[in-house]
Nanobody, 129 residues
Framework: QVHLVESGGGEVQAGGSVRLSCAAS????????MAWFRQAPGKEREFVGA????????YYTDSVKGRFTISRDNSNNTLYLQMDNLKPEDTAVYYC??????????????????????WGQGTQVAVTS
């Protein structure tokens, strides 16, 4: 099991940028798919993006493509989400998630929340217009 802690959330104006971090405990971070999900008030949790452990391939939901960038630093067990050109509809609680070690897949599988075993507590991002 991996313990995940997100940080970096806050309030930002539309068009601005925020970088979220997710610090992971344990020894298997470098062998796990890592993902970001978000949940807006009154809505279901949705997939934002993921990064594989095999070759750092990234996947994004259409609404954030070209604006959000996921990266990972295996030497520091940290996952990042760089969010640029933010919009009010990006307002949500953002969660990082970790798959079981050595799991891999394509967008169809990696965008599903049930493919992730460990979750952080979430960090709030509020985008004002």
């Amino acid at each position: 099991q991996v313990h995940l802690v997100e940080s970096g959330g806050g309030e930002v104006q539309a068009g601005g940028s925020v970088r979220l971090s997710c610090a992971a405990s344990g020894r298997t971070f470098s062998k796990q798919v890592m993902a970001w999900f978000r949940q807006a008030p009154g809505k279901e949790r949705e997939f934002v993006g993921a990064i594989t452990w095999v070759d750092d391939t990234t996947y994004y939901t259409d609404s954030v493509k070209g604006r959000f960038t996921i990266s990972r630093d295996n030497s520091n067990n940290t996952l990042y989400l760089q969010m640029d050109n933010l919009k009010p509809e990006d307002t949500a609680v953002y969660y990082c998630a970790a798959s079981r070690p050595y799991y891999n897949g394509n967008y169809y599988y990696l965008s599903r929340s049930d493919k992730y075993d460990d979750w952080g507590q979430g960090t709030q991002v509020a985008v004002t217009s």
